[in-house]
Structure formats: C-alpha cells, structure tokens
C-alpha cells in the first residue's frame, strides 16, 4: 500500500507553522458558494419561467412577446454591465490602494445601477399600471418574481456598497474589508451575468 | 395583489386571537403539560444551580465547532422524540380506527383523532423526523468530527457556524410553537398541491410549515458553504485529498448536496409563500397556474435530500467498521467514487417521486432507468464493508452493531427501492404503506448510522464512554421494534393500504396492525432504555483513553479525551490515510509535541443567537401576518450585522504556557470545562 | 482567523485585476448582447433564431467568467473555477429535465385554450376564455 511508508528518525510528526490559513482565500471561497447556491435559486426560477410561459399559463392575459420591450432591456444591459466594469476598475485602483480611486468607481457603479432599477420599476409599473400585475395570470407572476428576485438582489448589493464606502473611509483597507470588497466585486459580477440569461432567455426568446 | 382571509385581522395582533390556543383539545392540554413541565425542570435546575451565567457565556455565544455540534444534537434528539410521539400517535390512531365497527373517543367518529388532527400529525411527523431531527443532528456530526479528522483548529467560518446553528433552532422552535399557537399544516411534509393553497388551507398551518422550512434550510445552506471550505482550505498539512478519511468525504459530498439541493426547495417555498401572501398564481388552480412546477420543484430538491441524509451514515459506517475490524477500509478508492456517483445520479431521479403523474413515457423510462443506476454504487459500498469485514478481528460493540444494522436495512430498504423504481410495480403501489416501509427502512439505516455515530464518538466529546449494557438493550428494543412495525407495513402496503388514512376500512388488516403497534411498544422501551443509557453513563462517568476504543484509526482519535476546546495543541503532519494507525504500526502513537505555540482562537459572540431569534420572531410575524413584528425583526437582522461588520473581531491569543497547563489537565479544556475570561487581541495589546 | 502578516491588497485575487480584461470583458458582453437583439429583425426561423441567441449569450457568460470574475485554474481560484464546473451540469439537469418533462406532460395533461396550436406562440385575447381567464365549458368539450 502506497500510503504505509516507514518513520525514520526525522519524520515530523507535529507542525507548529501548519495554522496560518489565508483568511481572505477561505471568505472568497466560501462567498463563491454562497453564488453558486444563489445561482441554483436562480436556476429553479428559470425552469419555473420555462414551465410558466406557455400559451397555457396565460389565462388570457398578455403573454412574454406583449410584456418585453427589448430596447429598454438592452438600455437596462448596457448600464448593469457599465455598473458592474465600473465596480471592477474600483477593484483596480485598491491595487494601488487608492482610496479616492476605490470610493469614485463603487459611487459610479451605484449611479449605474440605479438606473437600472429605475427602468426595471418603469417596466414592471408599466404591466401593474394597465392591470398586468403578477396576480394576472401565473406566467406574469413568474415574470414579476424572475425580474423582482434579480431586482432584491440589486438593492441588497447597493445597500452593501453603502456600508463598503463607510468602512473604507473609517477602516482603509484591512483584511476584514478588502475580502469584503471582493465578494462583492463577485456578487456585483454576478448580477449581470444573471441579467444576461434573463435578458437573452427572458426578453430576447420571448419577443420572437 | 390581494389575497382574501378568513378571520379577523389587527394591526397590532395580525390573525391571532385566543381562539388560537387550544385549550379544549385535551390531547394538547396533556402535551402542553407535559412540554411546561420539562421546561419548568430544565429551567428550574438551570436557576438553581446558578448556571445561567455558564449557559449563556460557555454554550449560547459559543462559536466553539464541537459545543455547536452538541448543541444540533441536542435540538435534533428533542425533534426526533417529537416525531417519533406523532408517530406513536398515528399507529395507535389506525389500530383503533380499522373498520366500520372500529369505536370513536374524543369526538372523533372512528379512533381518538379527527381527520384534520390526524393530517396534522402525519404531515408534523414527516417535516420534523427529515428536516429537524434527522438533519440537525448529522450536521452536528459533521461539525464535531469533520474539523477533528482533518486536523483543523475549527470551522473555516466560526461565527457563520453559530448562525447556522441558530437558524435551525429557530426553524424547530416555530415547529414546537405550532402545537399551542395555532395548527400545524394537514397538507403532508411535502406540501401537497394544490391543497396547500389559500383558498384550500386558510389557515395558518401551511405557513408555519413553510416558513419554519424555509429559515431552517437557510441554516442548512449556511452549514453547507462552511463544511466545504473547511475541507478543501483547512486540512492539516501532509493531508493529500487521498487521504481524507472517508466520514468527510461523506460530509463533503453530503454538504455539495445541501448547498445546491436547499435553493431550488426555496425557491418552491418562496412560489407558494407568493401565491399564499400576494395572490400570484404559480400553483394554484386556476389562471394558468401549475401544481406539477411545484411537485417537480419539491424533488429537485427532495430527492438529493434523500442522499443529502443517506450519504453521511455511509460515511459512520465506513469509520466505526474498519474501527472494530481492525483493518483499513476495503477499496478506499472505490468507496469515495461510490460517495459521489451516488451524489450526482441523485440530481437525475427526482421524477421517480411522480411517476403516476402524467409524466410521457419517455421521460419514466429514463427516470426509471436512473434510478436503477443507483444501486450500483450502493452495491459497490456495501460490499466494501462486508469485505472490509472479512477476515478482520471483529469486536462487536455497540456502534458495530448498529453499523452492521444499517448495512441491513439499507439492503431491505434498497432492494424495495429498486423495486419501485420500475415504473409497473411503482403504479401498482405507489402511494401504499408499502412506500412508507420502503423509505422507513432507508430512514432507520440513517438512524442506525446516527445512533452507531453518538455511541462511537461520545467518548471523544465528553470524556466517558456510553453504557454498554444499556445501549444493548436499547439497540434490541429499537431492532425488534422496526422489525415488528415495518415488516406488516410491506405486507399492508401490498394488501392495499393507502398512506395518510385516518381510517382504515377493512377489518382483516387488524392482526397485521395490532403487530405494528406491539412494535410501536418496543419503540417505547428503546427510548426508556436510551434515557436509561444517558442516566447511568453520566453517572458513572468512567474516564476513556485519547484512542477511546483502543483500535481508532484517524486523526480524531490523536487528541485527548475529551477534547479540548482549542482541538490539537499543535496541529499534526500527516502522513498516512489512516494517520493513527499508522503512528500505531510505527510505535509512534503516543508522541506529543515538544513545544507549544500560541494558538489563535475566535471570541466568543452573542449575534448568532440573538439573530435566531429574530429570525423566529420574523417567521412568527409572517405566519400570523403581523406585519411589524417581520419587518422590525428583519431590520433588526440587517442592522446587527451591519453593526457587527464594524467590529474588529480579532479574538484571542492562547499562550504557550496556556496550553502545556490545559494539556496536564485536560479536563479544565473539554467542552463542558468553564473558561476564565481572556481577553480580545486589541484589549490585550492596549494593556 | 489570521489577519496580520502580509498586507491584504497583496493577495492575489487583487492583483489579477487590470483596467484592459475589464474593459475587454464589458464590450465583448455588450456587443453579443447587442447583436442579439438585431438578430430579431432577420425574422429568421425560430431554431436559427434560438441557436444564435444561445451562441452570443454562451460568448457573453465565457467572457464574463474568464474576465470579470477571473476564473482560471491559478492557486487562487482553481477552487471556483472546479466548483462552477461541478454545478453547471446540476444547471443544465434541472432546467433541461424538468422543460423535457414537461413538455410531454402537458401534451398529456392539459387541454391547450382553443385556437393554440404551436407552443411559443403567443395568444392575444383566447375566444372562449371568461373574463376570469377560467375556459368556459363549452370550449373544452368540443
């Protein structure tokens, strides 16, 4: 067996150095799953759209062609994919350490994505408006909870970068708030890979 | 976006009224006399031995990953002893209740329960023996061992582990508060559609159900992302991944599961919650609404529970057996591979639950055909044991016994699976107490694989082994109790009994039923005889070695007994999979370090469990529609962790000279030991 | 636990980041995207359509992992590249068993609002259809 060697004399059997762990590594490890268990959220919503967006579902209310307006989604594209690259070259200036650079790029990203959430809450009272609201029919609860879910995510991610710009002006950059600063570099990422698939999926399969 | 309510509603008070308490249920009376008492017990010695202090600095704010493991235990056993009352209740309810002669007590036409208590009941019984006995306590398991086998000073995540713990206690308390506040949901643990629908249930049963699931399987989630990272970023050095024992690898397959199987049983709650809360319409009957996207949803989700369970009693089994046959593990390799085949067909199945539901053939034949792959890594494990086994000096324990058990039940318990996975034999029984028997089998091999666990393992925590002579007797009443249940069930489930009947109509199943309940009274005795086993062990309080059971093979058993808080004083090289033994062979197995250095340790907090409150008090509000109360109590939530993110929380140093004393004397180190108070790195560098 | 020793902004998950891959990364996003939505006015056939809307959101999400969240297999992120491959298939497993199983259940289960053929197809104002949405029943039994 490949395992049984033999101890010699100089075979170590205690390692006093073994406890440093790089604390960093291990919370963007574990925020990583957190994600990918987020995503798995994201995918029973996807099937649920799936199962919820036939002609079926409808009950004679408007269906997915009706509801998407893709221009406004592509707008909605193009400002959660600037937020997001902007929150990114935030993430560059913390190489250099740069405070001011790090605190410009997260207020721009914040900027962006309200915007975003602006059209989307334009969008979605829109639907409510003409009395398309989520209690219509079930394939526009699904759309409201698909688009509602991504939206919450959104809001709890400004609602992070708030506390970010506080802690770095109180704290600078200590291990505590650099590893925050990226998990939610990668949450931030994540919103918009997400946004992709519903726009692709949602808005784009729906309006053929 | 209105949903209609029957009742009355306040601002202040939302649905609830007295009339919620069920004060002329004389079965509630006597359960709420019964539960006051015990508390009043617990309470009163905990006051008169002035140990709230203790309780409140040792074991509420512990972020200690052992004290953690005690505590989910703990809760998991109170849970179990729960279920396992509703299930007293409901055998006692059929033996009573069989046939058009049968007599009826308690206002009940046919038995002592009427048919909406007896909904209540089975549907309890299900959602607490899966999610809050069974559950809790392997992920107490996985947090006492996983951490000690890999040679880690703790969790990766400490205070993440105290949330979790927290949350699942939550979720189990909202489940408790069901019995006197209110009702509990009569729509099964899986939550049958479309019956679980407002307009259906109006009541607040379903949604205690609901959100008492949902607040646990965050905890459950939280648990998960823990185990894995402490796995693959905290192992000791020398600790290749092939030589992992195989318990965590158990736990880390298991908790792959959790963390992507729990999202999608969240989502599926969260569409009902919706359609119970805003009006939507996902699951309801009309407006294009789907109840199968519900039942497709819940097995998504609930299959992979199935192996979410299963997969660390693989792993007891795989440590107490190469234990007590003092040999290495047959087919290691094949094991682990075995471990994740296993987890990965378990996300293909899950359509098998529904096969009598409309499915195309197609879809059945490949569901079906998935599922019969299962059994071949199942094979594959089973027989590794056996010849693990083969030509090994056996000695046989209790923890062997039960293990051995399990290897039984698995194989009655997956030969019926098999048959249910071809899509004939699963139409002509499905939904029959032959299911039921089939799963209970699957189940108590987990069960068998928890009790093997605590028995092996409670020496490593406490410091004393659990009594021989009681546990025996504990584990022939348990044995003989199963076997007397669950053999009639196949039998009345072939005969044609359907699940979930509060009646039964034919009087020729009475011999079979009268056994069962015979069972039932053998059950009793195990759990007197369980009770029996604590009394006399805590009494007598015999001190085991470091090796506890003197063959021990992995690293766990290279600390002392019991362990101290702090794990290894110095973490160890590795250099074999089965490190002790190893060390045993090289006549190394009592080496102790020679120097020690000082440990860094997290502090102690109390946000876990004031969060766990405010999650339960958040649920409480939800299920009652009490608005503030959710939306004070989720603020509250937001703001303690964001408050809690200014803190430093640095924790403490523990000297070298620190340890080498607690290593003289270990029993001022274990987990039941009070600590002096040691001061937070900061405080100690402004003195 | 450990948060002294060496500075934070020297780890390595910091370090990879440069001001090129992000910008790289946003407009290889924003023009599959983009090219997306004119792909509406080829009124190609819906397959065509589909796989070339599948195709550029593959590009999209590729660049996104390999830019934006810097997945590679590195000391520092081969964990979250091994995780994400290990839970792609677990994507593709529930969405696509669960759209194939259904598919046929429907066909099998439900009676589709008369007038509707061809799944995908939308279906402005259903006659037959009360105003409740609920098919009246001489609809269904025709």
């Known amino acids: ?151 919450l995510h959104m809001i709890f991610g400004l609602l992070w970068m708030l506390v970010m710009l506080v802690q770095i002006a109180r704290f600078g950059f200590t291990a505590d708030v650099v590893a925050r600063l990226l998990n939610l570099r990668m949450f931030w990422q994540f919103q918009a890979t997400v946004w992709v698939l519903i726009y692709a999926y949602v808005y784009l399969m729906g309006a053929y | ?46 006051l008169y031995f002035r140990k709230l202090p203790y309780l409140w600095r040792e074991w509420l704010t512990t972020v200690d990953h052992k004290k953690i493991g005690v505590m989910y235990i703990l809760v998991g056993l109170v849970m179990l002893f729960r279920g396992f009352i509703d299930g007293v209740m409901m055998r006692t309810q059929q033996v009573l209740a069989d046939g058009p002669h049968s007599a009826g007590y308690l206002g009940a036409a046919h038995g002592y329960l009427p048919p909406y208590h007896f909904d209540q009941v089975y549907s309890a019984h299900g959602t607490i023996m899966l999610i809050f006995a069974v559950t809790p306590i392997l992920a107490g398991l996985g947090n006492i061992i996983v951490p000690l086998q890999i040679g880690a000073r703790d969790m990766a995540f400490p205070y993440l582990n105290a949330v979790s713990l927290w949350l699942t206690v939550a979720g189990a308390a909202l489940v408790m508060v069901s019995l006197f506040v209110g009702d509990f949901s009569n729509a099964a643990w899986v939550g049958l559609m479309p019956l679980a629908e407002l307009p259906y249930n109006p009541g607040v049963g379903v949604d205690y159900w609901m959100w008492a699931l949902q607040i646990a399987s965050i905890g459950t989630t939280f648990n998960a992302i823990n185990i894995i990272v402490t796995i693959v970023k905290m192992r000791a050095p020398g600790m290749g991944w092939f030589r992992l024992p195989v318990f965590t690898w158990t736990m880390l397959s298991t908790n792959i599961i959790g963390l992507t199987a729990f999202p999608v049983l969240t989502v599926a709650l969260a569409l009902l919650g919706a359609d119970r809360y805003l009006g939507t319409h996902f699951f309801t009957a009309g407006l294009g609404g789907n109840f199968m996207l519900y039942i497709d949803l819940f097995w998504i989700w609930g299959h992979p529970e199935v192996y979410f369970l299963m997969l660390p009693a693989f792993g007891v089994f795989s440590e107490v057996i190469p234990t007590f046959s003092e040999k290495p593990l047959f087919g290691y390799i094949t094991m682990v591979a075995a471990t994740f085949a296993i987890a990965g067909i378990g996300w293909s199945v899950w359509a098998h639950h529904f096969f009598t539901m409309g499915l195309a053939p197609n879809s059945i034949a490949f569901f079906s055909a998935a599922t019969m792959l299962v059994g071949i890594p199942t094979g594959v494990k089973a027989f590794n044991w056996l010849f693990t086994m083969y030509r090994g000096r056996l000695t046989i324990t209790t923890p062997m016994l039960w293990s051995i058990t399990g290897i039984v039940l698995l194989l009655v318990g997956g030969l019926t699976g098999m048959m249910l996975s071809a899509p004939a034999i699963d139409y002509t ?210 703001v303690l962790v964001i408050i809690r993110s200014f803190n430093k929380n640095e924790g403490y140093i523990l000297t070298a000279a620190e340890i080498e004393a607690m290593e003289n004397k270990i029993e001022t180190a274990s987990v039941i030991a009070e600590q002096p108070k040691r001061l937070p790195l900061s405080e100690v560098e402004a003195h | 636990m450990s948060t002294h020793h060496a500075n934070p902004l020297d780890h390595a998950e910091i370090r990879q980041g440069t001001v090129l891959r992000y910008i790289v990364a946003f407009i290889i996003s924003a023009l599959c995207m983009g090219a997306a939505m004119l792909a509406v006015q080829l009124k190609l056939p819906f397959l065509h359509y589909a796989a070339l809307v599948v195709a550029l959101t593959l590009i999209a999400l590729l660049s996104q992992a390999a830019l934006f969240f810097g997945l590679d297999i590195s000391r520092a992120q081969i964990w979250k590249s091994v995780s994400l491959v290990l839970t792609v298939p677990l994507f593709i497993i529930s969405v696509g068993l669960t759209v194939w199983a259904f598919s046929s259940l429907y066909e099998r289960t439900m009676l589709p609002p008369s007038g509707v053929t061809q799944p995908g197809m939308s279906a402005p104002a259903v006659p037959g259809m009360g105003p409740m949405g609920a098919p009246s029943q001489p609809t269904l039994l025709q």
């Open chain 2, 429 to 638: 029984v499905h939904n029959s107490v032959f299911v039921v028997a089939h799963f209970h089998c699957m189940v108590l091999a987990i069960s068998a694989g928890i009790f093997s666990a605590v028995v092996y393992w409670w020496p490593k925590v406490f410091g004393f082994k659990l009594d021989e002579r009681n546990g025996l007797a504990f584990y022939w009443a348990f044995v003989i109790g199963s076997v007397l249940v669950f053999v009639p069930m196949f039998g009345l489930g072939l005969a044609g009994e359907t699940r979930r009947l509060d009646y039964l109509y034919d009087p020729q199943w009475m011999p079979l039923l009268i056994a069962e309940e015979v069972g039932i009274g053998f059950y009793f005795l195990s759990v007197l005889f369980f009770l029996r086993m604590l009394y006399v062990s805590l009494r007598d309080r015999v001190p085991a070695k470091g090796d506890a059971w003197e063959t021990g093979r992995t690293l766990e058993w290279m600390t002392h007994t019991p362990v101290p808080f702090y794990n290894f004083a110095v973490t160890p090289q590795v250099h074999s999979r089965d490190e002790l033994a190893w060390r045993r062979a090289n006549g190394l197995e009592e080496a102790k370090p020679d120097r020690y250095v000082p440990i860094h340790m997290p502090s102690n907090t109390g946000v876990p469990v004031i969060i766990g409150l405010l999650a339960a008090a958040f649920g409480f509000g939800l299920i009652w529609r009490i608005w503030w109360l959710s939306g004070v109590s989720l603020l509250a939530i937001m």
């Open chain 1, 1 to 151: 067996m490949a395992t049984m060697t033999k101890a010699g004399p100089d075979t170590r059997l205690w390692n006093p150095e073994a406890d440093e762990h790089d604390s960093i590594s291990a919370r963007t490890f574990g925020f990583w799953l957190y994600m990918l268990s987020d995503a798995l959220i994201f995918t029973g919503l996807f099937a649920s759209y799936a199962v919820l967006s036939t002609p079926m579902n409808l009950a004679g209310g408007p269906g997915p062609a009706q509801v998407v307006n893709i221009t406004e989604g592509f707008w909605q594209t193009l400002l959660i994919l600037g937020s997001v690259l902007s929150y990114s070259l935030a993430s560059v200036a913390l190489k250099a350490g740069n405070k001011g650079g790090v605190a410009l790029g997260i207020v721009v990203a914040m900027g962006f994505a309200a915007a975003f959430l602006g059209f989307g809450l334009h969008d979605l009272g829109g639907l409510m408006a003409a009395g398309n609201g989520p209690d219509r029919s079930a394939y526009l609860s699904m759309f409201f909870t698909l688009i509602a879910t991504h939206g």
């Open chain 2, 1 to 46: 976006m209105h949903v209609d309510l029957q009742g009355p509603w306040s601002p202040l008070l939302g649905r609830l009224t007295l009339g919620a308490i069920p004060y002329t249920n004389p079965i509630l009376i006597g359960t709420f006399i019964f539960a006051a008492t015990i508390a009043l017990i617990v309470v009163g010695t905990v």
